[in-house]
């Protein structure tokens, strides 16, 4: 079974930065795509970032283009999510994910950790 643990949330002042980790296990980690979602008190979870297994081939939405980065070591089995110029708006609740399938641009993440949380004041 596919195991996956955040870490790095905490409480941040607006315009300071985060480094959100993810470790996987169960299974070999190199050929999955690997994402990172976030849901704030009584909105929708979101996608914010996708990271594929082929290299160059990421996603981010909209609203956090420009200030976060998501990155991969194969080697350690870890997802990162670094989060700069920070704002109240991005506070939420982090969850790592991963697909059941190899593609490298899933449509559907399976697997999900607990989250970890963000709070950013202003």
């Known amino acids: 079974q596919v195991q996956l643990v955040e870490s790095g949330g905490g409480l941040v002042q607006a315009g300071g930065s985060l480094r959100l980790s993810c470790i996987a296990s169960?299974?070999?980690?190199?050929?999955?795509?690997m994402g990172w979602f976030r849901q704030a008190p009584g909105k929708e979870r979101e996608l914010v970032s996708r990271?594929?297994?082929?290299?160059?081939?990421?996603y981010y939405a909209d609203s956090v283009k420009g200030r976060f980065t998501i990155s991969r070591d194969n080697a350690k089995n870890t997802v990162y999510l670094q989060m700069n110029s920070l704002k109240p708006e991005d506070t939420a609740v982090y969850y790592c994910?991963?697909?059941?399938?190899?593609?490298?641009?899933?449509?559907?993440?399976?697997?999900w950790g607990h989250g970890t949380q963000v709070t950013v004041s202003s």
């Open positions: 994910a991963a697909p059941e399938s190899r593609t490298p641009v899933p449509s559907n993440f399976d697997y």
């Open positions: 990271i594929s297994w082929v290299p160059g081939i990421t």
């Open positions: 169960g299974r070999t980690f190199g050929h999955y795509a």
